[in-house]
């Protein structure tokens, strides 16, 4: 139900199309940084991320985290110090557990992410600077038909015809995500094609490939940026519903996990389980959001043009 | 006669994509989908009898067959009887997509008018309080999960813990009164959830509309607010707006309805479809992807079409 | 461009429309389909009893009715030659349809089954003037051939393969219903014959079982595959609706009058009493004029439907409430507040969980090398004794659960209260000292593979038992979770014997020990239903001339000792069976049971509809 990609429209470049590459994307990001740091609502995104992203690194290194797997505990058990938020059903610590999770939850939104982004920006290039060629016309055709798959019928289908694989939930993510990057892109590109450095390295003999990857893709970046922060946070919230529906992580724990755990838990009183891994998520969701939003307007190029 | 036209042109080139949809889905969900032979045998099956069943469940038929048969329920419509139930497929969508209908509609206006409503107001106030606070609202609607909404107003609104205002789950509807009762939760559920979204994008588009030149000149020659949203910016917005919303139906006819109707326990399409893929119940597998595909190209279509009605601008090629 | 109102406007006109369309279609949504009566909406003083069960069923075909909740319904739609009593616990058979106990001959080979006469199928298009005839001894006849006919994909044939003379032969001869079966006769109107192959002491039990309900030939054929969810029978309801949220039943208005003797139901006023089940004596089933089945999976929906007042009427209580009913666990008591609202009831369940080595696997199993063989063994009983019952008791079964060595369940007559608890017991030293005396190491142990389906509750009990081989030294990453999506794909796989070791569930389709024995036979083995692969000579010769044996003192004997030998092969970790509690609004007058009595309990309920009832 929830839209997964959000069509997020920064206007149309109406700058003059005269400027060298190199100057303008030196001013945009030029300028973006000095608004961004500007806004503190995305600076406070920023840094929330950012301590998460401590706590994830520290799960990948070991240096904490490592006991979710304990037997432990008592079951259900409340709030104590060796158990700072209790235990769950079977004893493990959900502190350690919420924890663990933060580094399954950047695992997947950075490998969704990066991967959707990679293949939006290079099929979006694509189709973009082949515009109205059989290329075009073939990964737009692949766009529909991904589009037009609902979305968990698609991951449980992919869930089943990789066997449980831990993966399945990645490739499924991905095969989906890439659309709206893609479709972005590849409106940019089409803008980007008719200005006039574009012809001119053509008429140098430029290779068309080169062209795409030196000079159109990197004018891409600001798109791509924020829609992979987009990816991310949907990433991350779509894990918790196939978690739930059980397709979701299949080895170690993950917050999507935690809840679907939950919802037995809180008709028998216990809610630990439940508010640690919802307010964890919460925070990292909302913490993205300000973080893509702030990113957003300050890449804005109309907005940095009139600045 | 040229929307005729170009209506035909777009559907035939909707084919490939019908086609490529039936065939990604086909391969997905049938070929190597869940093998449902043991679902239906008994406790202690012979060689015999799971060779007799898979052989009733067409799992022996080459691959192009079982595709070319597949082609040919979608044009006929004619999708056979369930694995499971036994039950004719299409007696079984037409009970449950009524339902489901009945079930997300209410939400799905709500949200988009609301969001439409709310988007307007910030988009007015940019800037200002307002603005800000409407924003973080969504945002925070954006930030929660789905499942967690509904457990939470599942106990809040239906429990004997909470309101106890609203049945907790089924589907017991013979009159306008029953609906409401029934259809409230859920439909609140779906609200909050896409309330966040709907907002920030509808602003965001309005925000475009609203900070063009010829919007500035007509707001710096003073007319009146009112008639400023409604003929200038409105209309232009439209587009936009109509878009997302038209794009939105197979999604949410399908997909959202899957996590309601399971909770709530609303016998409805989404839950079928999910019992289907959980069970590999492939006829009714066929039915419902099938039937979106269609469904999605003939949104396109219908999309494509009201552009034309909407901005005589927009060419037909 | 036009002005906003005449664009929005046929988009507002066409939702509007649609929104009026979906009202007006949507309707009375639970009444449609599957019958040719109209429903009746229950209106005051008629009774109505709403019961639930936690899961839905597939089909309500009796040759498929595989699980609980199909039994249950088709045991309401249809009519079984036996049944079990209401009341009497431990479980004993009676007479349903048939008139009386079945004559057996000395040999123990043919049966005789004398049915009741004036039973009459439901009324339904496919009879003569759509009125339903008689049930004659030739429909059970048919209803039992229909388990040999391939093309109605019937699940119940193992209950009678290969038992009843020419009926396997029949099936080869490709199933023509016309053909008579030797060994499976009407020989009158009214009387069955069953000739079997070999004494069968089960046979009773599997006429009580949903599977062996009796279909008319006429719906059969006229229906086809759709005979699945268009039931026609002539049990004590009629079906009025049903999907995959619930099924709606009347009560069957042609369904014979025979009043019921609380007494001979094996009525026990000391335990039962308090449910005020007296009243029903001397009249004559059903009660009720309308029961609802409702399929709730999801434990809060369930419990949230039964706690407001005018749902469900009746459920069995989910895991996570136990805490919050009970007052105390031995004995198990209700809290005052819940014993003021509702009628409270308790039963050990027909099954068992447990957890078997597939013994034709080298890894944990039999090997070619004699010495592999012995240390396999003792690696199996280390981690037996790792095994902690107690906590696991704990952790989900709230404690309730009833621990019990070897594969013998607490409510067959046949089980042992005093047999030696050794094999369910913790003993972590004992369990290192093993792995150690046969070269056991964190290097050398194997890689377990635990299988089981997908679900939250599956990988807890994953998580803990890693937990626990974690404490004898087996080390965490050795165990490894392997999930299935479907319970179909876990089911092959089982069958394949691909798993080393495999946690299952077992209901009981029967109160008689074999039935669990029967998994550990020689022969069931891989695909069959002796998933351990166990193969012992001597368990099998035991089981072989145990299966022809009435029960008796003798008979039990031998039961006992098969019993041993699978505890001291260390085959599995067993076992526990669930206590449930049932819990039912005090206008309900009746005892529940899920198992076993199961859906028969239903024709017994009362409803008290008098206003200060509840």
């Known amino acids: 139900m929830s839209a997964v990609t959000e069509h997020i429209g920064p206007g149309p470049a109406g700058i003059d199309s005269a400027g060298a590459t190199d100057e303008r994307r030196e001013s945009i990001w030029g300028k973006a940084l000095y608004k961004f740091s500007r806004d503190r609502s995305g600076m406070l995104g920023l840094g929330v991320v950012l301590v998460y992203f401590v706590i994830a690194l520290g799960v990948w290194f070991g240096i904490w985290g490592m006991e979710w797997s304990d037997v432990e505990g008592p079951k259900w058990g409340s709030m104590s110090r060796e158990h700072w938020f209790g235990s769950n059903i079977i004893g493990q610590d959900i502190f350690q557990r919420s924890i663990y999770s933060t580094k399954t939850a950047f695992e997947i939104g950075l490998v969704v992410a990066v991967l959707s982004t990679i293949i939006g920006a290079l099929l979006g290039a694509l189709a973009g600077f082949f515009s109205g060629t059989w290329i075009d016309s073939i990964i737009l055709w692949l766009k529909g038909v991904l589009d037009s798959i609902p979305f968990y019928l698609f991951v449980a289908a992919v869930a089943f015809a990789l066997q449980g694989n831990p993966w399945a939930m990645h490739v499924a993510m991905v095969s989906t995500f890439w659309t709206t990057t893609g479709r972005l892109v590849r409106g940019e590109v089409i803008k980007l094609r008719n200005f006039e450095f574009v012809e001119a390295a053509r008429a140098i003999g430029v290779p068309q490939l080169t062209i795409i990857f030196r000079h159109i893709i990197p004018n891409t970046f600001h798109i791509l940026l924020v829609q992979a922060t987009i990816v991310f946070v949907a990433a991350i919230k779509s894990e918790v519903i196939l978690s739930f529906l059980g397709l979701g992580v299949q080895d170690g724990v993950s917050w999507g996990l935690m809840i679907s755990e939950s919802t037995l838990e809180v008709l028998a009183g216990f809610f630990n389980n439940f508010i640690a891994a919802s307010a964890f998520l919460f925070v990292l969701v909302m913490a993205f959001n300000m973080f893509s939003d702030s990113l957003q307007d300050a890449l804005d190029p109309k907005k940095v043009a009139e600045s | 006669m040229d929307v005729l036209q170009y209506a035909i042109r777009k559907l035939i080139g909707g084919i490939p994509l019908i086609l490529g949809v039936s065939f990604v889905s086909f391969l997905l969900m049938v070929y190597f989908g869940p093998d449902q032979t043991f679902e239906l045998l008994g406790k202690n099956p012979t060689v015999e009898e799971i060779a007799e069943v898979r052989r009733q469940l067409g799992y022996d038929r080459p691959f192009l067959m079982r595709y070319g048969e597949y082609l040919q329920e979608i044009v006929t419509l004619d999708f056979g009887l369930s694995n499971s139930t036994g039950e004719p497929v299409s007696a079984m969508l037409a009970r449950t997509i009524p339902i489901s209908l009945a079930l997300v509609t209410p939400g799905f206006i709500l949200g988009n008018l609301l969001g439409v409503l709310l988007a307007l107001i910030a988009a007015y106030h940019r800037g200002g309080w307002i603005d800000k606070t409407i924003m973080g609202f969504s945002v925070v609607g954006m930030s929660v999960s789905f499942l967690i909404v509904i457990i939470a107003f599942q106990i809040l609104l239906s429990s004997s813990f909470g309101l106890n205002l609203f049945p907790v789950r089924g589907w017991n509807v013979h009159s306008l009164q029953d609906y409401v009762m029934y259809v409230t939760v859920p439909t609140l559920a779906s609200v909050f959830v896409a309330l966040g979204y709907n907002t920030r994008f509808y602003r965001a588009v309005l925000v475009e509309e609203m900070t063009r030149d010829h919007v500035r000149t007509a707001r710096a020659f003073g007319i009146q607010p009112g008639k400023l949203l409604y003929k200038h910016i409105l209309k232009n917005s439209a587009i936009p707006i109509i878009t997302r919303i038209m794009f939105s139906i197979p999604l949410v006819v399908v997909s959202g309805s899957l996590l309601i109707e399971s909770y709530f326990g609303i016998p409805g399409v989404g839950k079928i479809t999910f019992d289907a893929i959980t069970t590999g119940d492939q006829p009714v597998l066929k039915a419902v992807v099938g039937l979106t595909a269609v469904l999605f190209v003939i949104t396109l279509l219908a999309t494509d079409i009201l552009y034309r009605a909407v901005d005589p601008r927009v060419s037909l090629k | 461009m036009l002005p906003i109102s005449e664009k929005t406007m046929p988009i507002k006109l066409f939702l509007s429309v649609l929104a009026v369309a979906l009202l007006a279609t949507v309707g009375c949504t639970d009444e449609q ?505 001597e368990y099998d010769r035991l089981y072989e001339q145990a299966a022809v044996m009435q029960p008796s003192p003798e008979r039990t004997a031998i039961y006992r000792k098969m019993n041993q030998m699978v505890i001291d092969d260390c085959i599995a970790m067993s076992g526990l069976s669930r206590t449930r509690i049932y819990l039912w609004h005090k206008n309900v007058i009746g005892i529940p049971d899920r198992e076993i009595v199961g859906g028969f309990y239903m024709r017994f309920v009362d409803v008290d509809n008098s206003a200060g009832a509840n």
């Open chain 3, 33 to 537: 389909q599957v019958t040719v009566q109209r429903a009746t909406s229950a209106g005051p003083g008629l009774k109505v009893f709403k019961a639930s069960l936690d899961g839905a069923p597939s089909t309500i075909d009796p040759a498929q009715s595989a699980n609980i909740y199909a039994n249950t319904v088709v045991l309401n739609a249809y009519d079984t030659l036996y049944r079990f009593k209401y009341l009497a616990r431990p479980y004993v058979v009676t007479t349903n349809l048939a008139a009386s106990m079945p004559e057996v001959s000395e040999d123990g080979l043919v049966y005789r089954i004398r049915i009741r006469e004036g039973t009459y199928f439901v009324d339904d298009p496919v009879f003569d003037g759509g009125i339903g005839r008689e049930v004659v001894a030739e429909d059970f006849v048919f209803s039992l051939k229909r388990f040999f006919d391939p093309t109605q994909r019937p699940r119940g044939t193992w209950l009678w393969q290969g038992r009843i003379v020419g009926l396997d032969e029949w099936k080869v001869a490709g199933s023509d219903y016309d053909q008579e079966v030797e060994g499976l006769r009407a020989i009158d109107r009214y009387t069955i014959q069953i000739t079997l192959k070999n004494p069968y002491p089960q046979l009773i039990y599997t006429l009580a079982q949903g599977y062996s309900a009796i279909v008319p030939r006429e719906a059969v054929e006229a229906y086809g595959r759709e005979f699945s969810s268009r039931p026609v029978g002539s049990g004590p309801f009629r079906v009025l609706s049903y999907d995959s949220s619930r099924i709606v039943f009347a009560k069957n208005e042609k369904y014979r009058q025979v009043p019921v003797d609380i007494f001979e139901e094996g009525y026990d006023r000391a335990t039962q009493g308090f449910s005020g089940v007296e009243a029903i004596h001397g009249r004559a089933p059903p009660f009720i004029d309308r029961l609802e089945i409702h399929f709730i999976q999801e434990n809060a929906a369930r419990w949230n439907s039964f706690t407001k007042d005018n749902e469900i009427q009746y459920l069995s209580v989910p895991n996570e409430q136990v805490d919050n009913i009970l007052l105390s666990k031995q004995p198990i008591r209700p809290k005052p507040e819940i014993a003021a609202k509702y009628h409270f009831y308790h039963g050990t369940e027909a099954g068992f969980v447990f957890m078997t080595f597939n013994m034709s696997l080298p890894d944990f199993g039999y090997s070619e090398d004699p010495e592999r063989e012995r240390r396999n063994k003792a690696l199996r009983c280390a981690m037996i004794k790792g095994f902690d019952w107690q906590r696991r008791n704990e952790s989900f079964y709230f404690g309730l659960g009833q621990i019990f060595p070897g594969i013998i369940t607490p409510t067959v007559p046949e089980f042992d209260p005093e047999l030696s608890r050794e094999s369910v017991e913790l003993d972590i030293e004992g369990a290192r000292k093993l792995l150690a005396d046969y070269g056991w190491t964190a290097e050398t142990l194997p890689e377990l593979a635990y299988a089981t389906t997908a679900g939250v509750s599956q990988r807890m009990f994953y998580e803990q038992f890693r937990g626990f081989m974690k404490k004898i030294g087996y080390p965490a990453h050795k165990i490894v979770l392997q999930q299935y999506a479907t319970f179909g794909d876990f089911s092959k796989d089982i069958s394949d014997g691909v798993l080393p070791f495999i946690a299952k569930g077992w209901g009981l389709d029967y109160p008689d020990a074999e039935n669990t024995l029967q998994m550990f036979y020689g022969p069931n083995g891989s695909p069959g239903a002796n998933d351990a692969n166990y193969s012992n000579a």
